[in-house]
């Protein structure tokens, strides 16, 4: 009986030792998924600095362009050529504000998104935790059987026999 008991109480530790490593994995991994998410932010920043430095670059050679056919033909910078490049000028600006803002609101999802796989390795950590206590209060209840338990304070008799003994053995003999 010994040994069916021991190795129900093994079984018991081993159950609640692998509810708590599945836990900590599920942890590790949603933190390796939250630092991928937060540098592909950074990636995405880093790309979008790049892609407005290069939209501005092709903005400054197209009004560059712009001021030198206006030049090359003889009309004057003032008037509407001025209105035409200050009109461009605007739209590039439009352009480039647009490119920042997409970047960040890409970089915000990206965030949001490392910080909800961060909570899911929290939560997955506490359920692990909570299956463990589970299994140990299952594992150690199955272990106890009140018909072979000791009780204290009564008598190893049988109730016939402790009734015989207080009753002055009448009907034993």
Do not use: H, W
């Amino acid at each position: 009986m010994c040994t069916l008991a021991l190795l129900g109480l093994a079984g018991t530790a081993v159950s609640v030792g692998g509810a708590l490593m599945q836990g900590v994995q599920q942890q590790q991994l949603a933190g390796y998924q939250a630092k991928a998410y937060e540098q592909q932010a950074r990636a995405d920043a880093q790309s979008a600095a790049f892609e407005q430095r290069q939209e501005r670059r092709k903005q400054d050679l197209l009004e560059a362009q712009a001021r030198a056919r206006a030049g090359a033909s003889g009309v004057g910078i003032a008037g509407s050529p001025t209105e035409v490049l200050a009109a461009n000028a605007r739209q590039g600006q439009v352009d480039l504000n647009a490119i920042r803002y997409s970047s960040e609101l890409r970089q915000n999802n990206l965030a949001t998104q490392a910080a909800i796989s961060r909570f899911q390795g929290k939560q997955a950590m506490t359920a692990s935790i909570f299956r463990a206590g589970g299994g140990l209060i299952d594992g150690l209840s199955g272990l106890y059987n009140p018909a072979k338990s000791v009780t204290f304070g009564g008598s190893s008799l049988s109730r016939r026999a402790s009734k015989a003994i207080v009753g002055g053995y009448a009907g034993l003999y």
